[in-house]
């Protein structure tokens, strides 16, 4: 969510939030005012972003998606040692 509030993004109701946090100038999670929060993480209902910290954020957003570490190929002429 780099970019404005999008249509797919997480809708807050306004009513449940202080006026600092419907202004960007607290968290809408934790209230905490600083440093000021600067991860968007969803909007209003008016299209207005809402802002969260990074601790937050981090909760609130999706993890990205990573595909599982592979085990690693075979080297030719390479032998493992068995162990016992």
């Known amino acids: 969510m780099d970019?404005?509030?999008?249509?797919?993004?997480r809708l807050f109701d306004p009513d449940g939030l202080t006026c600092a946090q419907r202004n960007g100038d607290a968290c809408v999670v934790c209230h905490k005012?600083?440093?000021?929060?600067?991860?968007r993480v969803g909007r209003l209902p008016d299209g207005v972003a809402v802002l969260a910290c990074g601790e937050c954020a981090d909760a609130l957003l999706p993890a990205p998606a990573t595909a599982p570490c592979?085990?690693?190929?075979?080297?030719?002429?390479?032998?493992?040692?068995?162990?016992?």
């Not at 005012?33 to 991860?39: H, L, S, V």
């Not at 592979?70 to 040692?81: E, K, L, M």
């Open 33 to 39: 005012k600083w440093p000021r929060p600067r991860m």
């Open 3 to 9: 970019g404005g509030p999008t249509a797919t993004a």
């Open 70 to 84: 592979p085990f690693p190929a075979p080297v030719p002429g390479r032998r493992r040692a068995a162990l016992s």
